[in-house]
C-alpha cells in the first residue's frame, strides 16, 4: 500500500492527472518574481520539459597545495558553491552552503588549512570576500560588507597576503589593496589609481612586486609593476602609438620577466615574453594565426600551457620556455570544444583544465604531461538525457552588407522533424563575446523537442577573428553589427532547410540590445523576440550603470557626453524606435542588475505596449545581471517554451 501511494504522489507532483483525481494547478511564479503579461503555465509542461532543467556542470576552482584534490564548482540546489572532490571521479563534497552563488575560490598555498571565496547578494555584484577554515567550516568575513566591489585576490608566494581590487573608496575607481586573510584588520591599500579597470594578476617571487593590468577597453590595456612596500608603479608596457592589449601575466620564475598575451604587432594576441629591465617583448608564438586565450606557467617555470581558440573551437599547446619551442600534447580525446581555467598542480606534471562540448556539459580534467594520461574528476549530470544524441554545431558563413564574412554555428534538429525548420537566432553580448561550441543546457529542448534549428552568429565586434573584426562595431559604427543579422535572415532565406517565415531573435546584455535592434529594423521578418537584460537606450544606460564600468563603457560604445554621440544614441536607441515593434516581445530583467539596471526593460515594455503589441514581461527581485537561481531559471524557461509555442510555432 505505501508504494502504491508513493506512485500516485509522483504522478500528482509530476502533473500527470489521475483517475478521481484533479490535475496538478497551474504552475505560479514564486513571490520573488513579477510576471506580466505571461498566461498560466500549465503544470504539464514543467513536467515535459522536466529533464531539461536538471543538467549541471562543474568549474575548476583550484588545486589542494599539499594533495592531490581539489575544489570545483557546482550546483546541487539552487546556486553553484564550492565543492571538494578527492580524487579522479570521486563524490562532490558540498563545503559552502549559501542562497547565493559562490565567485571563485582560491587555496592559502601555505598547507591549504583556508581558503578564501566571493559571494554577492541577489545578483548585485558587490562582491565580497571571506575566508573558509577547511578544519571547522567557520566563514569569515574579510572585507567591508558593504556596496563595493572586491575581487581577483591573488596569493603571495609565501602564502601570508593577498592582493585584490577593491572599489571601496569611492565606489569608482578600483584601488590594489594587501591583506592577510587570517587578519583582516591587516588591510591596507598599495595603490589608489583612477579608473574601474585595474586588476591583480601576480607577485614576483620575493614577493616585493604585484604585476597589475589597467583595462582601459576591449582593444587597450597596459601592465604595470607596484611596489608593495612603498605603493609606486611603473608601467611595464608604454602608452602611445597603436592601441595595443595584454591579456594575462605571470612573472617567470627568475623574476626578471613576465609572460603575457598580446596583439602588440599583431592581429591576434600571441605569448610574448617581456623584459623587465627593457620592456622588450620577445613573442613566442607567431607561427599560430590564432588567439591566446589562456596560459598557465607550470611551477618550475619550465612549461607554459596555453590554450588557442581557432575559429571558436579551442586547442591545448605546450611549451618549453628554455627552448621556445612546442612540446607535444597527447589526444586528449575530448573532441571539438572549449578548454578552460588551466591550473597546475604545486607536483609540476598535473594540469587540470575544465571542458565544454555540445555533448558534454562544463566538467574538470587533468593531463599528466609526463605519461599524456587524462583523467575526469568530475561527470556532471545531463537530466537523464543521452547527450551523446544531441546536435553538434555546422560553422556557417555569410556574406554582409559591405562583402565581409561573418561566420556563426548551426545547430539543426534531429531528422524526425522535416521540412523546413523554424529557426531561433542568439546572439551573446560582451559585446567582444564570442559564441562557441560549448554545452547548450535547456536549449537543447528547443532543437530535440520544438524541432528549432538554432543559429548562434558572431557577428563583428566579436572576440577571436583579431583585432581589426573586434573594433568594426564601436562607437558609432555599432548599427553595422545590427546589419549583419539582417544579411542572416537573408542567407536563412537561401536555405532550403530553413524555415525565413519563422524567425525568432533573442540574446543577453548586450546581445539584448541587439535583439531589440534587430526588432526595430527588421519586424517585418520576425516572428518574435526575447530580450534578457538588454540595454533599450544608451543614454539611460550609461546614466545608470555602476560608476565603476562607466568609463570603460564609454570606451566601448561612445561617449553620452558628447552631443554627436548623444544624437547619435537617441537616433539609433530601440526605446526611441519601439514603434516599429509589431510582433510579440518578451522582456526579462533582474532587479538588482549593476550593470542593465532593471529600468532599461521596464521602459522598453511600457513603450512597446502602446503598440498594442503582445508583450511579456519577467522580472525577479532577487537576481542581477541573469538568473543564477535555479527556481528562477526553470520558470523562465517554462515561459520562453510558452511564449515559443504560441508565437513562433504556432
Same mark, same amino acid.
Given at each position: 500500500?505505501?508504494?502504491?501511494?508513493?506512485?500516485?504522489?509522483?504522478?500528482?507532483?509530476?502533473?500527470?492527472?489521475?483517475?478521481?483525481?484533479?490535475?496538478?494547478?497551474?504552475?505560479?511564479?514564486?513571490?520573488?518574481?513579477?510576471?506580466?503579461?505571461?498566461?498560466?503555465?500549465?503544470?504539464?509542461?514543467?513536467?515535459?520539459?522536466?529533464?531539461?532543467?536538471?543538467?549541471?556542470?562543474?568549474?575548476?576552482?583550484?588545486?589542494?597545495?599539499?594533495?592531490?584534490?581539489?575544489?570545483?564548482?557546482?550546483?546541487?540546489?539552487?546556486?553553484?558553491?564550492?565543492?571538494?572532490?578527492?580524487?579522479?571521479?570521486? %563524490?562532490?563534497?558540498?563545503?559552502?552552503?549559501?542562497?547565493?552563488?559562490?565567485?571563485?575560490?582560491?587555496?592559502?598555498?601555505?598547507?591549504?588549512?583556508?581558503?578564501?571565496?566571493?559571494?554577492?547578494?541577489?545578483?548585485?555584484?558587490?562582491?565580497?570576500?571571506?575566508?573558509?577554515? &577547511?578544519?571547522?567550516?567557520? &566563514?569569515?568575513?574579510?572585507?567591508?560588507?558593504?556596496?563595493?566591489?572586491?575581487?581577483?585576490?591573488?596569493?603571495?608566494?609565501?602564502?601570508?597576503?593577498?592582493?585584490?581590487?577593491?572599489?571601496?573608496?569611492?565606489?569608482?575607481?578600483?584601488?590594489?589593496?594587501?591583506?592577510?586573510?587570517?587578519?583582516?584588520?591587516?588591510?591596507?591599500?598599495?595603490?589608489?589609481?583612477?579608473?574601474?579597470?585595474?586588476?591583480?594578476?601576480?607577485?614576483?617571487?620575493?614577493?616585493?612586486?604585484?604585476?597589475?593590468? #589597467?583595462?582601459?577597453?576591449?582593444?587597450?590595456?597596459?601592465?604595470?609593476?607596484?611596489?608593495?612596500?612603498?605603493?609606486?608603479?611603473?608601467?611595464?608596457?608604454?602608452?602611445?602609438?597603436?592601441?595595443?592589449?595584454?591579456?594575462?601575466?605571470?612573472?617567470?620564475?627568475?623574476?626578471?620577466?613576465?609572460?603575457?598575451?598580446?596583439?602588440?604587432?599583431?592581429?591576434?594576441?600571441? *605569448?610574448?615574453?617581456?623584459?623587465?629591465?627593457?620592456?622588450?617583448?620577445?613573442?613566442?608564438?607567431?607561427?599560430?594565426?590564432? %588567439?591566446?586565450?589562456?596560459?598557465?606557467?607550470?611551477?618550475?617555470?619550465?612549461? *607554459?600551457?596555453?590554450?588557442?581558440?581557432?575559429?571558436?573551437?579551442?586547442?591545448?599547446?605546450?611549451?618549453?620556455?628554455?627552448?621556445?619551442?612546442?612540446?607535444?600534447?597527447?589526444?586528449?580525446?575530448?573532441?571539438?570544444?572549449?578548454?578552460?581555467?588551466?591550473?597546475?598542480?604545486?607536483?609540476?606534471?598535473?594540469?587540470?583544465?575544465?571542458?565544454?562540448? +555540445?555533448?558534454?556539459?562544463?566538467?574538470?580534467?587533468?593531463?599528466?604531461?609526463?605519461?599524456?594520461?587524462?583523467?575526469?574528476?568530475?561527470?556532471?549530470?545531463?537530466?537523464? *538525457?543521452?547527450? +551523446?544524441?544531441?546536435?553538434?554545431?555546422?560553422?556557417?558563413?555569410?556574406?554582409?552588407?559591405?562583402?565581409?564574412?561573418?561566420?556563426?554555428?548551426?545547430?539543426?534538429?534531429?531528422?524526425?522533424?522535416?521540412?523546413?525548420?523554424?529557426?531561433?537566432?542568439?546572439?551573446?553580448?560582451?559585446?567582444?563575446?564570442?559564441?562557441?561550441?560549448?554545452?547548450?543546457?535547456?536549449?537543447?529542448?528547443?532543437?530535440?523537442?520544438?524541432?528549432?534549428? =538554432?543559429?548562434?552568429?558572431?557577428?563583428?565586434?566579436?572576440?577571436?577573428?583579431?583585432?581589426?573584426?573586434?573594433?568594426?562595431?564601436?562607437?558609432?559604427?555599432?548599427?553595422?553589427?545590427?546589419?549583419?543579422?539582417?544579411?542572416?535572415?537573408?542567407?536563412?532565406?537561401?536555405?532550403?532547410?530553413?524555415?525565413?517565415?519563422? =524567425?525568432?531573435?533573442?540574446?543577453?546584455?548586450?546581445?539584448?540590445?541587439?535583439?531589440?535592434?534587430?526588432?526595430?529594423?527588421?519586424?517585418?521578418?520576425?516572428?518574435?523576440?526575447?530580450?534578457?537584460?538588454?540595454?533599450?537606450?544608451?543614454?539611460?544606460?550609461?546614466?545608470?550603470?555602476?560608476?565603476?564600468?562607466?568609463?570603460?563603457?564609454?570606451?566601448?560604445?561612445?561617449?553620452?557626453?558628447?552631443?554627436?554621440?548623444?544624437?547619435?544614441?537617441?537616433?539609433?536607441?530601440?526605446?526611441?524606435?519601439?514603434?516599429?515593434?509589431?510582433?510579440?516581445?518578451?522582456?526579462?530583467?533582474?532587479?538588482?542588475?549593476?550593470?542593465?539596471?532593471?529600468? #532599461?526593460?521596464?521602459?522598453?515594455?511600457?513603450?512597446?505596449?502602446?503598440?498594442?503589441?503582445?508583450?511579456?514581461? *519577467?522580472?525577479?527581485?532577487?537576481?542581477?545581471?541573469?538568473?543564477?537561481?535555479?527556481?528562477?531559471?526553470?520558470?523562465?524557461?517554462?515561459?520562453?517554451?510558452?511564449?515559443?509555442?504560441?508565437?513562433?510555432?504556432?
Amino acid at each position: 500500500m505505501r508504494n502504491a501511494l508513493r506512485a500516485l504522489l509522483l504522478l500528482v507532483l509530476a502533473g500527470v492527472p489521475t483517475a478521481g483525481r484533479a490535475a496538478e494547478p497551474d504552475i505560479k511564479p514564486n513571490d520573488n518574481l513579477v510576471a506580466d503579461g505571461i498566461p498560466a503555465i500549465p503544470a504539464t509542461l514543467a513536467a515535459t520539459v522536466g529533464r531539461y532543467t536538471d543538467f549541471r556542470g562543474a568549474g575548476l576552482l583550484d588545486w589542494h597545495p599539499a594533495r592531490r584534490e581539489m575544489i570545483i564548482s557546482t550546483r546541487f540546489a539552487e546556486t553553484n558553491q564550492v565543492h571538494r572532490v578527492r580524487f579522479p571521479g570521486g %563524490d562532490r563534497t558540498q563545503l559552502t552552503f549559501f542562497p547565493d552563488r559562490v565567485l571563485g575560490a582560491t587555496y592559502c598555498p601555505r598547507g591549504g588549512d583556508y581558503f578564501v571565496f566571493g559571494r554577492d547578494v541577489g545578483g548585485n555584484e558587490f562582491t565580497q570576500l571571506y575566508r573558509y577554515d &577547511v578544519a571547522t567550516g567557520e &566563514v569569515t568575513l574579510l572585507t567591508d560588507g558593504g556596496r563595493s566591489q572586491n575581487g581577483n585576490p591573488r596569493w603571495a608566494h609565501a602564502g601570508d597576503r593577498i592582493a585584490y581590487g577593491t572599489t571601496r573608496r569611492n565606489g569608482k575607481d578600483r584601488d590594489i589593496h594587501v591583506m592577510d586573510p587570517r587578519d583582516p584588520k591587516s588591510d591596507r591599500a598599495v595603490l589608489e589609481p583612477e579608473g574601474g579597470g585595474w586588476f591583480v594578476l601576480d607577485w614576483s617571487p620575493d614577493d616585493r612586486q604585484v604585476l597589475v593590468g #589597467e583595462s582601459i577597453s576591449a582593444n587597450e590595456s597596459y601592465l604595470w609593476l607596484i611596489d608593495v612596500a612603498g605603493g609606486g608603479k611603473r608601467l611595464l608596457t608604454p602608452k602611445g602609438g597603436p592601441q595595443t592589449d595584454y591579456s594575462g601575466g605571470v612573472f617567470a620564475r627568475d623574476g626578471k620577466s613576465i609572460y603575457t598575451t598580446t596583439d602588440k604587432d599583431s592581429e591576434f594576441h600571441r *605569448l610574448a615574453r617581456v623584459d623587465l629591465a627593457t620592456g622588450a617583448p620577445t613573442f613566442l608564438t607567431s607561427q599560430i594565426r590564432w %588567439d591566446v586565450d589562456d596560459f598557465e606557467l607550470s611551477p618550475d617555470g619550465a612549461t *607554459l600551457a596555453f590554450v588557442t581558440n581557432e575559429d571558436g573551437v579551442d586547442t591545448l599547446r605546450l611549451l618549453d620556455t628554455a627552448t621556445r619551442k612546442e612540446r607535444p600534447v597527447p589526444a586528449l580525446g575530448l573532441g571539438l570544444g572549449v578548454i578552460g581555467a588551466l591550473k597546475w598542480h604545486p607536483n609540476g606534471k598535473d594540469l587540470a583544465f575544465g571542458y565544454s562540448s +555540445a555533448r558534454s556539459p562544463a566538467d574538470v580534467y587533468s593531463l599528466d604531461v609526463a605519461t599524456g594520461k587524462v583523467e575526469r574528476w568530475t561527470e556532471s549530470e545531463t537530466g537523464g *538525457l543521452n547527450a +551523446a544524441t544531441f546536435s553538434e554545431p555546422e560553422l556557417v558563413r555569410w556574406k554582409s552588407f559591405d562583402g565581409r564574412t561573418i561566420s556563426g554555428f548551426l545547430y539543426k534538429p534531429p531528422a524526425r522533424f522535416a521540412g523546413k525548420q523554424p529557426v531561433l537566432v542568439n546572439i551573446h553580448g560582451g559585446p567582444e563575446a564570442q559564441s562557441r561550441p560549448s554545452f547548450l543546457g535547456r536549449s537543447n529542448y528547443y532543437l530535440n523537442e520544438l524541432g528549432l534549428a =538554432v543559429i548562434y552568429p558572431n557577428v563583428r565586434g566579436s572576440a577571436g577573428y583579431g583585432k581589426t573584426f573586434l573594433k568594426l562595431d564601436d562607437g558609432v559604427l555599432r548599427e553595422d553589427s545590427v546589419k549583419d543579422i539582417g544579411a542572416l535572415l537573408d542567407w536563412i532565406g537561401t536555405r532550403s532547410d530553413l524555415d525565413p517565415q519563422r =524567425v525568432m531573435v533573442t540574446g543577453g546584455s548586450y546581445g539584448g540590445y541587439m535583439t531589440l535592434a534587430v526588432a526595430t529594423n527588421y519586424d517585418a521578418r520576425l516572428r518574435c523576440s526575447l530580450d534578457v537584460v538588454g540595454i533599450s537606450n544608451f543614454i539611460s544606460f550609461m546614466e545608470r550603470t555602476e560608476a565603476y564600468r562607466r568609463d570603460l563603457r564609454r570606451v566601448e560604445y561612445g561617449d553620452e557626453r558628447d552631443p554627436k554621440i548623444r544624437a547619435f544614441f537617441e537616433k539609433i536607441a530601440p526605446l526611441n524606435n519601439a514603434g516599429k515593434i509589431s510582433k510579440p516581445l518578451f522582456v526579462v530583467a533582474g532587479k538588482n542588475d549593476p550593470r542593465v539596471p532593471v529600468q #532599461e526593460g521596464e521602459q522598453m515594455v511600457s513603450t512597446v505596449r502602446k503598440n498594442g503589441t503582445p508583450v511579456w514581461w *519577467l522580472m525577479a527581485d532577487d537576481e542581477g545581471h541573469g538568473f543564477a537561481k535555479k527556481k528562477n531559471q526553470d520558470y523562465q524557461f517554462y515561459a520562453t517554451v510558452m511564449f515559443m509555442k504560441e508565437f513562433l510555432l504556432n
